[in-house]
């Protein structure tokens, strides 16, 4: 499966994300576009520093699109250490967790080791249902699905109907890689050369 | 880390007929907020400020004293502004720096008793204000961290300079109106990159200090742009927040992550607002 995302460049805003005016701004307009277009990459890149309160907004904004139940993925790309500092400090505020590229490496930012540990799983498996999942990691289904619910919400799984099912409703979920990923505007090098800068 | 608080202030400044105001010894750190209010009291049209007997200067007394000196312009057409040099050459190297050299704004000049000194390495941003979005943009995002990294201070340096500006400035703005003054400055003495914030933002006449507990108990509450400096993101840099608004002063040194606040007697007719981080 190919995923093709949208871009919010925040760099577009300055070098300096100080303050929550501007966070309240950048988030409504990423919000906006992660609506509208359902898979989103938030990139950092050129950004020199952004605060907490900056931080604070955006992902509030975010979250808000994210817990809507439909489908969305959101991932973060381009952050320097200092950022993602702050970012991993506002996510754990929030009791929130994102899908972050890292050395051409999907890692979890903000949230659990457990939680960490099932995107891992998830991954490697691409697409599976809760039960093939909670068997490979050795879970209850209830345990399982908390922690799925947690991967929906940062934006980092897919789910479908598993058209499959026979009795009731099932869902399939998908965890992209890092492969699958591409650019929906312009040269799909760029979010290549995005990530490596 | 040593703290510009500590330092003995020998101000003696006076207002004279004439127009002459004397700088004093020392226009610097917490002790010239106390000349800031001498500073920008009204004076006849042709006003002097002599610096001869001036021995220690850094971006806070210099804030101060190119708000006294536009202030007095701005009083009318006919006003002008002097400044004597100090005595010391390297003060006055270092005053010449931060006052923006011989870019001082038309109707002020040196006096020209002392030859023009060798540029300083420790002005990083000379004092002057604000005047549109872009200009503070373009100081925070691009001139600030260029400099800081060109006198080699490191870019985690560069970067918490960069929010604090951002911040205050935007406080400035939003509350203060008119032009903030802004100035950084590498102070070899303390060895601190002074990020300094002035604002003629008004208080209320009967500020007995609780304007500015209100606003420090704002940010301990993580509103505000100030909140995020509260915690130690930065690893490794070590700085001190400091807010002074009418009869009220407050700290915040990272290391501690505690605020401290006081009353004083003198208001100041300002909002100052600074980062000094340790190098």
Redesign the interface.
Known sequence: MSLKLARYDLGQLGKTLATRTKGREAGNEAAGRLADEGRLLLNFHGVDVASPPFLDELVRALRAVLTTGEQRWLLVAGANEDVEESLQMVLERQKMALVVMKDEQMELLGGSSQLTETLVAAQKMESFTAPELAEHLQLKLPALHQRLNALLEAGALARVDDPTSTRGRRHKYHAPSKDEVTEVAGDPGKLRTVMQT | MQDTQDEDAEDDEASTPTGVRHLGRVLRGQKSLGAAAGLLRPASPQLTFDGRALRQVDAFGAVFLRAAVDVHLARGPAHSVSLIEPEDPAVFGTLHDLMGGLALPSRCSWAGLEPTPRRSDQVVVPAGPLVTQKDL?AV???AL?AALSALGHGQ?V??VA??A???LL?NAIVHGGGSPMFCTHFDAATCNVQVVVFDRGGFPSDDDGSALRDVVARIRD?D??L???S?Q???GVMYILRLSWGRGRASYPVRDRRWRSSSVREALPAFVGSIEINR
């Open positions: 943009d925070v995002d691009f961290p985690r560069a970067r960069q929010e500006a951002a911040v935007d993580g505000g742009g909140s995020g400096l915690d993101r930065y690893k």
